[in-house]
């Protein structure tokens, strides 16, 4: 046996290629033979062609659906003695039924105050509760059986609110009741108001196939790149806003100016996670947005207020949209001409594109960090954090 197959290859090496297309088509003839004597239809040719296009576009929609999303971030602490930001990604969350078993992918970004433990539990814990409640959506939805195409985004929609306020309730209990050392409750010896001090915002952006859907709490936020514009999916919750101040004297509390608006002159935010003190004047309720996806779409940028404090959403969606173009040999200074650079913490340097391919794994780590230089040589004085999400490819 083992004579003949060194044959058999010898045989093929030495053969012509006419040989070796005449052989496989010989087999082919037998395989087929012995499918009819073994009581199967053949296949017509046209039938077999239209099976074969079926198939490959069946496998080229499953490698769509579980190609993971192109993103880059970058977190950093800047001037800011001590890093309270926390930056979360789950691609591939979960595929709930509400998307029809295609994957969910998760981005949020958390910027905590009273110390990092708020915002380090959340990083830990927000998508494991959002996932929870996606996947208690099982045999409960009654998308599917609704006619209208409106009404079907209109009840999906509906979901998604319902689930992200309860994601972001659970959070808020959770973050109350846990410890700056970890501990649930009240039975380590820290003194109480470890557990009492601690916030944190929370921005997150869901990303399906068809939608991105941002749950916002505070002053972090998300912006959509859509054909060259800037679309906020976030609004600030600040103090000063005419709703938030009607809501927090309705409730009792009060803004005061010291350094800029503030709740009761502590919080410069009107919503966050945590925050036991400020309860019930500083709710964990997030504003949610829900978006179509649109092939116009660029880029998503999600970041703490480090950023936005120094840099504008268009300026933000111009740096991104360069770094992510074809071509693009852009760097900071290019688009950013008031940007300078000061000692060894300055302006960014020029940046080749070769160089830059070999520094950053994707164009939107490369944006990412672009932005993070850019907002520290504007002099940021907060933490950093920044994801983009380059819709493009993803």
Avoid at 72 to 91: F, K, L, N, P
Avoid at 112 to 141: F, Q, S, W, Y
Avoid at 239 to 263: K, M, T, W
Wanted: hydrophobic share 35%; glycine share 8%.
């Amino acid at each position: 046996m083992t004579e003949h197959h060194r044959r058999m290859l010898n045989d093929d090496e030495s053969d012509s290629p006419e040989k070796c297309r005449e052989r496989r088509r010989r087999r082919i003839e037998m395989r087929r033979v012995a499918a009819l004597e073994a009581g199967e239809r053949p296949l017509e040719p046209k039938r077999l062609r239209s099976e074969e296009t079926n198939a490959s576009s069946s496998i080229a929609d499953d490698a769509a659906e579980q190609s993971e999303p192109v993103f880059g971030m970058m977190s950093v602490a800047g001037r800011s003695r001590h890093m309270e930001d926390a930056v979360s990604v789950r691609t591939e969350l979960c595929r709930p039924e509400i998307c029809r078993r295609r994957p969910v992918h998760f981005f949020a970004v958390y910027d905590g105050h009273g110390g990092p433990h708020v915002a380090e539990l959340c990083g830990k814990r927000m998508h494991v509760i959002v996932e929870e409640e996606l996947e208690r959506l099982r045999n409960t939805r009654g998308v599917a059986a609704s006619g209208d195409e409106n009404d079907v985004e209109e009840e999906e929609e509906g979901v998604w609110r319902g689930l992200m306020e309860r994601s972001f309730k659970r959070m808020d209990e959770a973050a109350m009741n846990t410890c700056a050392c970890g501990s649930v409750g009240y039975e380590c010896g820290c003194q109480p108001m470890e557990v009492a001090l601690g916030g944190s915002t929370a921005v997150v952006a869901m990303l399906t196939p068809d939608h991105i859907v941002v749950a916002n709490c505070g002053d972090s936020r998300a912006v959509l790149s859509r054909g060259g514009r800037a679309v906020p999916l976030s609004h600030d919750h600040k103090p000063e806003r005419s709703d938030e101040l009607e809501r927090i004297e309705a409730a009792g509390g009060r803004v005061i100016f010291v350094n800029g608006a503030r709740v009761e002159g502590i919080l410069a935010m009107s919503r966050a996670i945590g925050d036991r003190y400020l309860k019930p004047i500083v709710i964990s309720q997030p504003e949610i947005t829900f978006t179509r996806r649109e092939p116009e779409d660029e880029c998503l940028i999600i970041a703490s207020d480090g950023m936005w404090d120094v840099l504008s959403n268009e300026l933000a969606c111009e740096v991104a949209r360069e770094c992510l173009r074809e071509g693009s040999t852009s760097s900071a200074s290019d688009l950013d001409p008031g940007s300078t650079s000061t000692g060894g913490t300055g302006g960014p340097p020029r940046m080749e594109e070769e160089r830059a391919g070999a520094l950053y794994p994707s164009r939107s780590a490369l944006a990412a960090a672009l932005l993070t230089r850019l907002a520290l040589g504007r002099k940021s004085s907060d933490n950093v954090s920044v994801i983009v999400v380059d819709l493009k490819r993803s």
